[in-house]
């Protein structure tokens, strides 16, 4: 059964960082794209960052220059390094992996920006 397992959210203050991780386990992670999403209260779920299999990297426009996503294909994991953390980063994390039309979740992490 594959697994993504998200760690690493919690509570910060404004201006703070946090780094979440997501482990794959049962997939041929290297051919995998990764994503993070993220969902809010009351709001659609939205992409985060994404990075290939190449290691090509997408932002969404409100993270760029404060989030930066890696992977790291020995550990079959992937990272979301959040910097400059803001109220409105506040929402439920969830790691994806996608690749030729199957596409897994992760059960989420909640990341809590306080003002």
């Known amino acids: 059964q594959v697994q993504l397992v998200e760690s690493g959210g919690g509570l910060v203050q404004a201006g703070g960082s946090l780094r979440l991780s997501c482990a794959a386990s049962r997939i041929i992670f290297e051919h995998y794209v990764m994503g993070w999403f993220r969902q809010a209260p009351g709001k659609q779920r939205e992409l985060v960052a994404r990075?290939?299999?190449?290691?090509?990297?997408e932002y969404v426009d409100s993270v760029k220059g404060r989030f930066t996503i890696s992977r790291d294909n020995a550990r079959n994991t992937v990272y979301l390094q959040m910097n400059s953390l803001e109220p409105e980063d506040t929402a439920v994390y969830y790691c994806n992996g996608r690749y030729t039309g199957v596409e897994y979740w992760g059960q989420g992490t909640q990341v809590t920006v306080s003002s």
């Open positions: 990075i290939g299999s190449g290691g090509n990297t």
